[in-house]
């Protein structure tokens, strides 16, 4: 009986994966630069204006707020 010859094993072809996701990070990187996006402007609501209060004229600086007086209490358990 004839014996048949081994036969080489052949090398499966395989794509360089490295390069291909370079690539594909790039057009993302690419597509989402010069992609105009949406900007979505909200709903326009006309609000009712005060009647009971006038409008707030005094404004705090932050100097004043840095002189008013500041108090810590420490409770037993060593919390504020």
Known sequence: MPRH?????RYA???PMTPL???VFMLLIYFL???NFMVDEGIKVKL???????????T???SEIARWPTTARVKAMSSL
């Open 5 to 9: 010859p081994r036969r080489k094993k």
């Open 13 to 15: 072809v395989q794509m």
């Open 21 to 23: 996701i370079d690539i």
């Open 33 to 35: 630069l010069t992609t």
């Open 48 to 58: 009712p204006q005060a009647k009971a209060a006038a409008p707030q004229t005094q």
């Open 60 to 62: 705090t600086t932050a």
